[in-house]
Nanobody
Framework: QVQFVESGGGLVQPGGSLRLSCAAS????????LGWFRQAPGKEREFVAV????????VYADSVKGRFTISRNNAQNTVYLQMNSLKPEDTAVYYCNVRPPRGDYWGQGTQVTVSS
């Protein structure tokens, strides 16, 4: 059974930083792109960033470009999201998944709240 476990969320002031981690278990994701997604209250889940298996290709949503950085450690089956210059509109539950996402892979997510 595949499981993604996200961690690293919390409450941070505008302009602050957080680093999210996502550990995958149940299988390795050799050859798969991994992505971060988020869902704000009352909104649909949206794409944030994706990284290819080889680390050579990344894509970001326009709303986070230049502020967020996605990375992965294939040996540890883990993907990261470094978030800098956080804004209140970044407040959401953050999830990781393969890209394109599989419905049966969604985890519990980690809450990120940006507020003064």
């Amino acid at each position: 059974q595949v499981q993604f476990v996200e961690s690293g969320g919390g409450l941070v002031q505008p302009g602050g930083s957080l680093r999210l981690s996502c550990a995958a278990s149940g299988r390795t994701f050799s050859g798969y792109a991994l992505g971060w997604f988020r869902q704000a209250p009352g909104k649909e889940r949206e794409f944030v960033a994706v990284i290819s298996w080889s680390d050579s290709f990344t894509v970001y949503a326009d709303s986070v470009k230049g502020r967020f950085t996605i990375s992965r450690n294939n040996a540890q089956n883990t993907v990261y999201l470094q978030m800098n210059s956080l804004k209140p509109e970044d407040t959401a539950v953050y999830y990781c998944n393969v890209r394109p996402p599989r419905g049966d892979y969604w985890g519990q997510g980690t809450q990120v709240t940006v507020s003064s």
